[in-house]
């Protein structure tokens, strides 16, 4: 059972284009975080979510932790190809001695020029 | 800093054979952590660390081994490779690990081949 689903799997679109990645869970998570990774690489941190309702802004992206901190999303404004990636969505689940980070599938953008 | 090295870049193995794939971190992180890579499968947890001494497992732990003898070392040992564990390794290391989203820092990965 996957603790995090990210969709959609496998996203391209066009240059200029708005999208959403959405990450979900039937958990409560004390903080979640999404990492983009491009090929060859390690993944690199975006952002930390880490309150219910809050919301992040990165330029063009928009991060959102749900209200009851199951879920997330990551929205990016006019796309560009530079924003081709994976983007990962990873959380850490609330209460207990929890030392683990666990991870999404992840979404693999293409944004197309 | 050179932040988290990973070596060898590129393995090929076969099966039966053992190795130790090396993590190594120069910022001083208390909590450093190993993840497997496989296609349309995300990061899985495989072992991890909260200090030197100590280590615990993760998710997919079987076929793997660590040990944590200081704090800037942290080697994964496979003691018989399978070509199941054929991925992409990737350690990662962070200051701390609260819960509250400390950021990890991943090394550049080990891609492994077992024949």
């Known amino acids: 059972t996957q603790l995090l689903e990210q969709s959609p799997q496998f996203l391209s679109i066009q240059e200029g284009e708005n999208l959403t990645v959405y990450c979900n869970s039937s958990?409560?998570?004390?903080?979640l975080q999404w990492y983009r990774q491009e090929p060859g690489e390690g993944p690199v941190l975006l952002v930390t979510?880490?309150?219910?309702?809050e919301v992040k802004k990165l330029k063009r992206l928009t991060f959102q932790f749900g209200d009851a901190r199951k879920d997330s999303s990551l929205h990016i404004t006019a796309a560009q190809p530079g924003d081709t990636g994976l983007y990962l969505c990873?959380?850490?689940?609330?209460?207990?001695?929890?030392?683990?980070?666990?991870f999404g599938k992840g979404t693999l953008l293409t944004v197309n020029p | 800093n050179a932040g988290v090295t990973q070596t060898p870049k590129f393995q090929v193995l076969k099966t039966g054979q053992s190795m130790t794939l090396q993590c190594a971190q120069d910022?001083?992180?208390?909590?450093m952590s190993w993840y497997r890579q496989d296609p349309g499968m995300g990061l899985r947890l495989i072992h991890y660390?909260?200090?030197?001494?100590?280590?615990d497992q993760g998710e997919v732990p079987n076929g793997y081994n660590v040990s944590r003898s200081t704090t800037e070392d942290f080697p994964l040992r496979l003691l018989s490779a399978a070509p199941s564990q054929t991925s992409v390794y990737f350690c990662?290391?962070?200051?701390?690990?609260?819960?509250?989203?400390?950021?990890?820092?991943f090394g550049p990965g080990t891609r492994l081949l077992v024949l």
């Open positions: 958990s409560v998570f004390s903080s």
């Open positions: 660390s909260v200090g030197a001494g100590i280590t």
């Open positions: 990662a290391s962070s200051y701390a690990f609260t819960g509250g989203g400390e950021t990890q820092y």
């Open positions: 990873a959380g850490t689940l609330s209460g207990g001695s929890n030392y683990k980070l666990t």
């Open positions: 979510v880490v309150t219910g309702g």
């Open positions: 910022m001083n992180h208390e909590y």
